[in-house]
């Protein structure tokens, strides 16, 4: 990211800000070393926690509500494309003005893909573009898997 040290971008909303990363000798109680010195064996899990200071806690199965089906909608988290899109939506309606009316209608678009190809988003694309191309070299994109919709 060194790349895009010191850069801003037109209207002042994106700009790159370095961090500093501090380690610690703490370790932490399930970390893979930690495990390692108690277990025989240590292995990958599909297994996540998702908790949001909010109040949702939802235990996920490779992505998917734990006792849910993968790509049925009850099985999407909360922090998922569709549920984050829904909260957006949910925000937007709540807010008034000449600007924001502009945003409740791109996020009524019918799919995540015409939310995420809005003209609004355009500068956010710009940026992304050229990060991708200057500091992200390699990065491989994911595409895809926005034609759903925001119901079943």
Known sequence: MRALA?????????????????TTREEFEFSKRAVAARAERTSASNLAVAWTRDGVE???????????????????S???????????????GM?????????????????????????????????KEEVRRDALTGWIQNTGGGGFTMEA
């Open 95 to 127: 807010l008034d003005g000449e600007e924001e009316t502009r945003i409740r209608e791109g996020l009524a678009a019918r799919t995540y893909d015409e939310v995420k190809g809005d003209a609004l988003l355009d500068g956010r694309r710009a940026v």
């Open 58 to 76: 939802e235990a996920l199965v490779g992505g998917v509500l734990q006792g849910r089906r993968q790509f049925v909608l009850k099985g999407a």
């Open 6 to 22: 010191g850069r801003r971008w037109e209207g002042g909303t994106y700009r790159f800000v370095p961090f500093r990363v501090v």
């Open 78 to 92: 909360a922090v998922s494309r569709r549920g984050m899109w829904k909260l957006t939506a949910e925000v937007a």
